[in-house]
Every structure is written in C-alpha cells, then in structure tokens.
C-alpha cells in the first residue's frame, strides 16, 4: 500500500480504497493543470512513464520528453476537443526511454477536462494504464498507429482542399456529400442554418425529397438535437436509437423513420459565431471515439469555412446580378428592317462588373442609336462611371444630337466628373484632396436609319466595326475617330457615313472580344472574322442573330449564356460586350452581291490607306490577284484626284456580283465637282496626269457619269477575262502585290 500519493482518495469506507484497487490493476493517477503548465502523478503513473516509481509533481516539458513526439501532438488535439465539447479525451501514448530512442511500452489514457468558468483555464484528472499492442491485422482501427494517422490525414488534406475549391453553396454540400471519411462515412447529411429564431435547411443528402419539411422551420428553443446545438455551440453525439430518444423523446418520432443507428451534430462556427449545426447520421452504430470526434469536428469546421465563403460569393453574385439588370438595358421593341442581338460577358474579378456597356436609344427623329463603350478599370468605381457615363450619352442623344455633337459632349461630362472626383469632402465636414484617380473610356456611337440602312458612326478611341456580308465575306470598317472620352474635353469626333445592305450585319465590340485569350488586335480580329465567315445561320434572321452573338462569345471562351457567372467567369481576362446590328432582307431583294460604300473626307487623305485595305478585304477570294492590285491601284487614284482637285468629299462605291469565277467588279468613285477629267499624255518625269491613262490600260470598262450635283468616275474587271498586261505608267508603285505608302500621285 502506498502513503505518500498526493491525490484524494475517494471511495465508501465499506470498499477498498480507491487508490488500492488502482494499484492492484496497474493504473495510475495523473492531474494535469493547465494554468500552472503541471503534471501531478501518483506512484504507479510514474512508474508507467519510466520515471522513479513515487509520487511526484513534474513540469508539463518533463512529462513531454516520456511520450513519442507523434503521440504527444496526438494527445494534445484530442484534450482540446475534449476541452471544447466536454467529453472525455481518450489516446494511446507510446512511452519512450531517456533516449527517445527505443519503446518502453504502450499506455492508455482517460481523462475528464475540468473547466473554470472565469477563465480558460482547465485541468484533467484521468488514468494511465499499460495496454498490449494489437495484432498487425487490426492497425487499421487503432488510432495511434501510423496507417491510420496516415489515412485520416490524407482525408482531411483532400477535403480541405475540394472544399476550399468550391464556390457556391450548392458546389460545398455536393463537396460534403462526396466526402469519404477513413474507416466511417456518414450515409445520411444535412446542413442547418439559421434565420432569425428558427433553423432552415440549407441542404441534404441521403434523403429522399420533402423529407427536410418537418425540420425546415423549427424554433430555435426546440427540442431537437440541431436546435441545441446552435443555441450551446457545444457538439451533440448519439451513439444509439436509445440515446437519441432517451436525451431528445420529443424529436425522436421524427428522427425513427430514417432507421439510422448512429448520430453526430456539430457546430459550424466562423470567427466565434456559430452560424448553424452539421448532422452526420450513420446506418451502422458509432461510438464516436476522439479519433472520430477529431475527424468530425475538423471536417465541421472546414464546412463552416466553406459555407461562409460560399455565402459572400453568392451575395456578391446576387449583387452583381442586380447590378447588372440595372445598369446593361434591354433591348428595345422589334425595329422594322432591323435586327438587333447583344451579349455582355463579365470578368471573373471582384465583383464581375466592369465598365463595359452597350445601348439602344430611341432618337426623336425616328432613327434609332446604338452605343457600345468600355470605361477604364474593372472595378466598383469603373461601373459606377460606365452607369454614370451611359445616362449621359442616352440624355444627349434623346435631345437630338449628332453622333460627332454627342460625344463631344460626352467627352466633357467624363472630364467634367473625374477632375471633381480629386477635390472634395472628407466627410467630416472639411474639405480634402481625395486620391487623383483619372478614368477615361472607349465609345462608339451609330445612328442608324432602319428605313435606308444608312448609318453615321462617330469614335471614341474605340475598336472599328465589322461588316458581315450576305455571303460571308467579312469586311473591317474603317472609319474616322478622336481620342477616347475624357483625355480631352475639346476633342472633336468626325462622323463616317456608310451603308449597311440588305442581308448584311455589322458587329461592333470591346476589345475584351478581340484581346482575351493573350491575342493582339490583329489575331483577335483574325478570330473573330473565322468565327462571323464559317456561320450558317436559319431561316429566322432574328433567331440567326442570337445564334451568331452566342457563336461570337463560344469562340472567345466557350458556352457562355447571356449573363455568365460561375467557374467560367474566372478564366476572362477583361469584360465583353458584343452588339449586332443587320439590315433585315426582303423576299424581293436580291442580296448575292458584295456592296460597300465608303465616304473619305477633303481633311482625311491618310484613310485612302483604309480604302485600300477595305477593298482587299472585299476581293479576297478574287480569282486573279493581279487584278486586285490593279483594283486598288486604280481606286487610290481616283479618290486621291477628288481630294487634290475638288474641295469636296469623296464617295467610293464597290459592288462584286456573280458567280465565282465569272463575277464583276464595280467600283465608283463620286464627288460634287461638275469638272470632268481630262486625258494627258504625261512624259516619262511628270508628277500628274497618270490617271485615266491607268483606268484605260487596267479597266476592263471604264467611263465618267455626269450627275446633277456633281459627277462620278467608274471601273469594271471582269474575273474571267485575266488581267491586262501593264507597260510604262500602268504598273503599280512599289511592283504588283504592293500598296502605295501614301496617295498616288495625282492626275487630271
């Protein structure tokens, strides 16, 4: 019998002493004080952990060196849970000699935590006692063995990892349900929350439909272990039916109908709060060791991350959401000869609202205006401007505006606000510089005639528009622009005007279309041309449009809906906004032809360039590419005679007709001048009067209409008659196959 142990001795004087029946079967005594960092032992507790066999009082470091480094790591997860849940805390300890290099035995511990209200502090009073290490064959379901410790690892750093990967409520409880816990799985989950005074589920699993209605809106101060847990916080297991209707008889015929044997409610707590309870109900019986608690508990507290998170996404979706059918309109009613398709596409930064825009706005003249612009940034601040910015452009069009008066006002309005945005009040009632933060923005402004298909197009900076012809054939637009809006308050936007043909389409975007994917202005385009050529639309013009807008973003990125959100979101690099506009064809018209009408201004000569292009683009399935250089050649001559002789402008109209490899070209070039050109016999050094000897040798027709307000010059090339041969003045500057660097020199 030992004298000198320094716990309490408790028991009946008619039994045995307490400490006498723990001595005659090997368990010892320990006191663990956590305030004080102490270990109390008896006798036979230090004598298990290979230390003089005599009560004794050790430093907790002391007691630490005795245990296998594993086990102690082990031991101290499982005495916080026991700690936070009020259980039991129960591990095996490998004891280790003065070494730490070789094994003593193997304990069993139990211990009861003590906590003291006032303070977090706490101390365990338990049992030590000698245990047999078990076969090889049952390592699996030990918890101090390795394999297991391996295996639940591996599980929680796999579950971590896919619940911190999903992004929306419905992503984690498909997360939760897959969930394979190592040596016990859960058959049966459901997910509580909190709204108010009542619980709500926010999901299940292993249930079949509508079976969630009894425990959908139960108030909080039920008798139901979910309820109780979100009220204490403190976890809640039953191991047995006869638990579950022994502690909770008044939820227990809810519960009987499931045929579940085993259950586990657990609290999800984010910062301190605990936002709702987790149930995990198994078909075999569990008896929830700590190892299992463990396990659970941590799996609890990575779904009330995941959930929380989940949470802020799906609010910030639902806001982004909103703010995006406050600030992208509607399309309006059907337009008569017009069809009209848009797409606006966000990125997958912060709130997936950018400053990319488009419009459609009633004009008082019957006309109608298509606006499509992206404001600086993809931030709150650029859609609060892109919302600001777009209000403008509707209240300046509605009052009748030009295109060119309109962004120039609009220029204004957006240096108007960002300069105010440096200067202003704190808040406080004094006055401070606020962060400089200038923004500027990209627009395109078209007024369109539904009745005529002219259109007046004014820009801002932004990307040219597209043209796709009945055909096919896709055709990029140049046309005349200034600076983007709010660089300069007084810059001017000159107006092109041109002529969108039955059956054509013009699409006009931002650059998010042309640029995502890592491309540059000129492969983007490239891609964007493949997609618009290798359409085949329907019957329905309207319904071809729509498919011809969702073509377009599935290019770019993939299927994509109106208004995507999602996973997908993330893999953009910057907003999209797509605006289609075609000329609605007739039964009666006849829309094979190729068309294109270009207007180049007396004070633009360097978009001849332009021309040039536009009219490659045009012929670029021609049979013979001689005569494409001799097109072009013969064009930049005659638009160059009108802006050098004439004080007016030009028009250029080209038509291709036919069938491939028996088709006409058509160009025409008219200006407002009565003078009808002359032709010279220019010697070998003249700097003029090459024109119509050019027009002669090249054109397969040629010829000068008088009109009542000025003339026009015209060509024809016939793609099956081949291409003149050229001599002297006829061959094109810079050899066949090359453009001139600037306008040809001039000729009567």
């Not at 000698?130 to 390795?146: F, S, W």
């Not at 990307?463 to 983007?484: F, K, Y």
């Not at 024109?691 to 090339?717: H, N, Q, T, Y």
Request: charged share 25%; with cysteine.
């Amino acid at each position: 019998m030992r004298t000198d142990d320094p716990l309490a001795q408790v028991g009946d004087e008619s039994l045995p002493p307490v400490r006498d029946v723990l001595a005659a079967i090997a368990t010892g005594l320990w006191r663990w004080d956590n305030a004080s960092g102490t270990v109390t032992l008896d006798a036979e507790a230090a004598r298990l952990l290979g230390l003089p066999e005599r009560a004794q009082t050790l430093s907790e470091a002391g007691v630490r060196s005795r245990f296998h480094p594993v086990d102690w790591n082990e031991i101290y997860g499982i005495v916080q849970l026991a700690v936070a849940e009020g259980t039991l805390a129960e591990a095996r300890l490998r004891i280790m000699d003065e070494t730490g290099r070789r094994v003593l035995r193997t304990v069993r511990s139990r211990s009861k935590p003590v906590t003291h209200d006032s303070t977090e502090a706490y101390e365990l009073i338990g049992t030590l006692q000698e245990v047999t290490e078990p076969p090889p064959g049952t390592a699996a379901r030990t918890p101090v063995t390795g394999d297991w410790r391996r295996s639940r690892e591996a599980f929680l750093l796999d579950a971590g990892r896919a619940l911190a990967e999903a992004r929306s409520t419905e992503e984690v409880l498909r997360v939760a349900a897959g969930l394979s816990m190592p040596g016990f799985s859960p058959d049966g989950l459901a997910v509580f929350g909190v709204a108010g005074d009542r619980l709500t589920i926010i999901g299940h699993h292993g249930h079949e439909p509508g079976d969630e209605g009894p425990f959908s809106a139960m108030q909080l101060d039920t008798d139901y272990p979910a309820a109780e847990v979100v009220r204490t916080g403190r976890a809640v297991y039953l191991s047995s039916p006869d638990d579950y209707r022994r502690r909770y008889p008044a939820a227990w015929p809810l519960a009987r109908r499931f045929e579940r044997q085993s259950w586990a409610f657990l609290p999800l707590t984010v910062a301190g709060r605990t936002m709702g309870a987790w149930m995990a109900a198994f078909t075999y019986p569990v008896t929830f060791t700590p190892d299992e608690r463990s396990v659970l508990t941590t799996v609890a507290r990575m779904l009330a991350q995941a959930l929380s998170r989940a949470g802020v996404t799906d609010s910030e979706r639902e806001l982004t959401d909103g703010l995006q059918r406050s600030m992208l309109p509607m399309l309006g009613p059907k337009i008569d000869g017009m069809s009209v398709a848009a797409r606006y596409v966000p990125t997958g930064g912060g709130l997936q609202v950018g400053g990319d825009w488009y419009d459609m706005i009633p004009l008082p003249s019957g006309r109608i205006a298509f606006a499509i612009g992206d404001v600086q940034g993809h931030d709150v601040r650029a859609a609060g401007l892109m919302g600001q910015l777009r209000i403008a452009l509707r209240a300046y069009a509605s009052e009748g505006h030009r295109p060119d008066a309109v962004l120039s006002r609009a220029t204004r309005f957006l240096s108007g606000i960002t300069e105010s945005a440096t200067y202003g009040s704190s808040g406080s009632g004094t006055d401070e510089a606020t962060e400089y933060d200038p923004r500027f923005a990209t627009c395109l402004y078209v007024e369109a005639d539904p009745a005529t298909g002219v259109l007046e197009i004014a820009r801002a900076g932004h990307p040219e528009p597209a043209i796709r012809m009945a055909d096919g054939t896709v055709l990029q637009r140049p046309v005349a622009g200034g600076l983007p809006l709010g660089i300069d308050p007084d810059a001017d936007y000159p107006t092109t005007r041109l002529v969108l043909e039955p059956g054509q389409t013009m699409l006009i975007c931002t650059d998010g279309l042309i640029e995502t994917g890592g491309h540059d202005l000129e492969t983007g385009w490239s891609r964007i041309r493949a997609a618009l050529e290798e359409y085949l639309g329907d019957d329905d013009e309207q319904d071809n449009l729509e498919l011809l807008a969702d073509r377009l973003v599935q290019a770019v990125h993939g299927p994509s809906s109106h208004h995507t959100t999602g996973p997908l979101a993330d893999r953009r690099e910057d907003d999209i906004a797509v605006l289609l506009l075609s000329r609605t064809s007739r039964p009666e018209q006849h829309v094979d032809a190729r068309r294109t009408v270009l207007t180049i201004a007396q004070a633009e000569p360097e978009r001849i360039g332009g021309a040039r292009r536009h009219l490659r683009e045009l012929l670029h399935d021609w049979a013979d590419d001689d005569q494409v250089d001799s097109a072009v050649l013969m064009v930049s001559e005659m638009l160059t005679n009108v802006l050098v002789h004439t004080d007016g402008d030009a028009l250029l109209v080209a038509q291709v007709s036919g069938e491939p490899g028996r088709r006409r070209l058509r160009a025409e070039v008219a200006d407002g001048s009565d003078d009808l050109p002359h032709k010279r016999r220019p010697g070998e050094l003249a700097s003029s009067g090459r024109g119509l000897v050019l027009m002669e040798l090249l054109a397969g027709a040629w010829g000068v209409d008088p009109r009542g307000d000025g003339k026009s010059i015209w060509f024809e090339l016939y793609e099956d008659a081949g291409s003149p041969e050229p001599d002297g003045p006829g061959e094109a500057p810079g050899g066949p196959g090359e453009e001139p660097e600037g306008p040809v020199v001039p000729s009567e």
